[in-house]
DNA sequence: GAGTTTGAAACT
DNA sequence: CAGTTTCAAACTC
């Protein structure tokens, strides 16, 4: 009954290439070029910040499932949702919509990929559906019902790597794009090449979370390269054929008998036997259990036990991005002191400023009252009084518009009414009176009568002291991210050389040439297995990181790409 | 296209 | 939480 139906509904089964998160860093730095008005990156790092993300992170609610198909029109990610080989362009162009064909689970479960991915069944084959707009009472139990058991049964599973989101969104040679699966699979027979596996169906590799056996989805594996590579890269029938022969062992397994513990977990606790004794790991100790294969990331981390249990499954890979150790907390704590003291200058600066202004606009009354005769001072003095004192407040708005600094730029999205943009106030909220204020009141802005917010009639002063302060916060901020995106595109670039190098090195076992490069204690320099000789400058002071990355300057920033000599000491000041 | 295999989801 | 069943997609013939 009332199957394939809703045609009214928003667009339904966007195959949507799943979108590779952002690079979170970027995507703030963006939204601070929004509140400052300023173009934040040269546009190599701009255009390589792509698409945002999808609706991944909202946690659909029962009552959003049913109210808000609009935004579930948007489709989340879910395996099933991702593209897939043969229904997709390789650019990720949706070919044909995915239509379902469940015949028991009235599309009322996640069996149905229609409502695993929060659409209405729309064109598909499916039996007694009840997954549409005529159903939706019964649609909505199901939900809730779903959500109860799995609260994140809408949500993604296909997520980037909490280590490594710059990664989750480059591919390989192989195609394979970094990012992992929430649950992972628990494959059994397929050897994770095939589309029974949701990590293979969704193009990634096979990770920590992963239960799977006798895996051969992991990067290096010569089953899964041999999907890919040897001009058979789109020929589905090659493929298969190809995984058909590498679960059975006709392909790359010379040399390995394939036991339980595959050839993948083998290779890589050889591969990073070395990097246990990584003090990271300590703080990624649930990672332990996986293998950093990527050569670009940046650090690794590897099976805590060589001879791990079997059935923990053999494709433990993990990531980190490349940003990791570069910020601590305390480095966070000192930022945010930086910008406090800058808030509070560029307060001093403004109402200093404004003083002057004042005082001008005070000398000039004075000059043209003088000049106006007796009889019209004594007309209209109490008049142009009143004139005088209702305008005072608003002084700073003439001063403002004569004053060389480039607020303006920014002021064009600040309307005079409003006392700072929206996310400000969010940001602020519970603090505007305290730090903000107590910057500013020392040099007048609160001394001259206004003793309370801008909403007040006296509080103009106070708007354009705070518009003032959040530009120059938010502008050193952004500063601050677009310098850590450029030192993580720095380390990216060493470590995608160090890689290939490594790479080529690779019948070293202990060769890992991902380096923790915050980690190191004190010394300055760790040799590699392979002889490559990586910089690991002792851990820099947070404050030092952080007055480089706020006062750094473009020019200075110019300089980090070339990859210098001292790079790593560089990336660490 | 029918039958089989597979693994996620659901259930116990 | 583990084992079993149900289910629909993937796969084979």
Do not use: W
Request: charged share 25%; proline share 7%.
């Amino acid at each position: 009954m009332g199957e394939s139906e809703g045609s009214e509904f928003p667009p339904k089964k966007q195959q949507q290439q799943p979108e590779n998160a952002d690079f979170p860093i970027k995507r703030l730095a963006r939204q601070l070029d929004f509140y400052t008005g300023c173009a934040s990156r040269p546009s190599s790092i701009a255009a390589a910040a792509t698409a945002e993300p999808q609706v991944a992170e909202i946690q659909v609610e029962p009552q959003q499932q049913q109210q808000q198909q609009p935004v579930r029109a948007v489709k989340p990610e879910s395996p099933k949702s991702i593209p897939i080989p043969n229904t997709e362009l390789k650019d990720g162009t949706p070919k044909k919509q995915r239509q379902c064909n469940c015949k028991h689970s009235r599309c009322l479960k996640l069996y149905c990929e229609c409502f695993a991915s929060g659409t209405y069944c729309d064109g598909c084959n499916c039996v007694n559906c009840y997954n549409n707009v005529e159903n939706e009472a019964a649609r909505r139990e199901a939900v809730e019902a779903t959500l109860e058991r799995n609260p994140n049964a809408f949500r993604p599973k296909i997520a980037s790597s909490p280590h490594g989101t710059r990664d989750s969104r480059e591919e390989t040679g192989d195609g394979l794009v970094f990012v992992k699966h929430n649950k992972g699979c628990h494959c059994k027979k397929s050897g994770c090449l095939k589309k029974y596996c949701e990590c293979f169906q969704a193009n990634i590799l096979c990770s920590e979370n992963c239960k799977c056996m006798d895996c051969k989805n992991f990067e290096g594996s010569e089953e899964r390269r041999a999907l890919f590579h040897g001009d058979h890269g789109n020929n589905m029938a090659y493929i298969q054929q190809a995984a058909n022969a590498a679960i059975t062992g006709a392909i790359g397994s010379s040399g390995y008998a394939s036991p339980p513990v595959s050839r993948k977990r083998k290779g890589q606790e050889l591969f990073f036997g070395q990097a246990v004794k990584d003090p990271s790991f300590d703080r990624i100790g649930h990672f332990q259990q996986g293998s950093h294969i990527k050569p670009p990331a940046p650090c690794s981390s590897l099976p805590s036990n060589p001879v791990g249990p079997i059935t923990l499954g053999p494709s433990k890979i993990t990531y980190r991005s490349l940003l990791a150790d570069i910020i601590q907390p305390q480095d966070l704590k000192e930022l945010c002191s930086v910008l406090v003291v800058l808030s509070g200058e560029a307060a001093k600066t403004f109402s200093d400023q404004r003083n002057s202004m004042e005082k001008q606009v005070e000398d000039q009354r004075e000059t043209l009252l003088a000049s106006s005769t007796e009889e019209r001072l004594q007309n209209h003095k109490e008049s142009d009084a009143d004139k005088i004192v209702a305008n005072d407040c608003s002084s700073t708005n003439h001063a403002d518009k004569v004053s060389p600094d480039d607020s303006s730029a920014d002021g064009a999205d600040m309307p005079k009414g409003r006392p700072m943009s929206p996310g400000t106030l969010e940001l602020m909220c519970d603090e505007q009176d305290t730090m903000f204020m107590a910057a500013a009141s020392p040099h007048g802005l609160m001394g001259q009568g206004c003793n309370t917010y801008s909403q007040l009639p006296c509080g103009q002063g106070m708007t354009e002291a705070h518009a003032e302060q959040e530009r120059i916060v938010l502008t050193k901020f952004r500063d601050c991210l677009n310098r850590l995106i450029t030192f993580g595109e720095i380390k990216e670039t060493k470590c995608s050389s160090l890689a290939r190098t490594e790479l080529g090195n690779q019948k070293d076992p202990l060769s890992n040439g991902i380096g923790n490069t915050r980690t190191g204690t004190g010394s300055q320099r760790r040799p590699f297995s392979n002889g490559v000789v990586k910089v690991v400058p002792p851990p820099a002071k947070p404050t030092q990181m952080v007055t480089s990355i706020v006062s750094t300057s473009d020019s200075d920033l110019q300089k980090i790409p070339g990859l210098p000599q001292n790079g790593d000491n560089k990336l660490k000041s």
